[in-house]
């Protein structure tokens, strides 16, 4: 039986049968083999499966919880970025591409995870934001909800819907009028900004 572990892009923790490309965590999450907590602090990364060696127990006492993401641009969806440590270069990399998507100097750690925090929750709840944005502006590797409530990723000029099985059936992209869309604001921009977002091949 799958255990609860994965996320959606909406930054849901499920139970689900798919493989994960990355793992990552939002602090210790779990008592036993239970998910008894959204998150613990401001810190969302998304992780190597693999580093160094390391070998980790999934649900260790008083450890960080793992977590595991379809793709990369699910983990995206969800609020996480690039880990510093063990996926130096894609952190180095989104870090370049907020610097100049947003025109500023180069943000620390803590700056991308306050503002990314602001962005992905409304303060002091576990409520989803979402942010209204013409379709026109929505980069290829974001997420956003059709009409009809379903996650999809803007990839290859249409929307491919994203299932607990994995992406499914394509679907028009509109050429007017707005979407709400998953991906936060600040890493659209990163990905505006040419950030190369692993996308799992499926979904074209």
């Known amino acids: 039986m799958p255990e609860r572990n994965r996320v959606t892009p909406t930054g849901e923790i499920i139970a689900t049968p798919l493989r994960g490309a990355w793992t990552g965590n939002r602090g210790i999450l779990h008592e036993g083999h239970d998910i008894v907590r959204f998150h613990t602090g401001n810190l969302w990364i998304t992780c190597a499966l693999r580093f160094r060696n390391r070998r980790r127990e999934q649900w260790a006492p008083r450890h960080w919880t793992s977590l595991y993401f379809h793709d990369e641009a699910v983990s995206f969806a969800a609020g996480h970025r690039p880990c510093a440590e063990c996926r130096r270069e894609s952190y180095r990399a989104y870090r370049d591409a907020w610097t100049e998507g947003l025109g500023v100097p180069p943000p620390t750690a803590g700056e991308m ?26 980069p290829e590797g974001a997420f956003v909800l059709t009409e009809d409530g379903v996650p999809a990723l803007a990839v290859d000029r249409h929307l491919t819907e994203w299932t607990r099985e994995g992406y499914g059936r394509h ?18 921009a990163v990905l505006r900004a040419g950030y190369p977002v692993q996308i799992d091949e499926s979904a074209r």
């Open 113 to 138: 995870n306050r503002l990314l925090h602001n962005e992905r929750i409304h303060r002091g709840t576990h409520r989803r934001r979402y942010h209204d944005l013409a379709w026109r502006d929505v």
């Open 171 to 188: 679907r028009e992209r509109p050429s007017a009028g707005t979407a709400p869309v998953i991906t936060p604001p600040t890493t659209l």
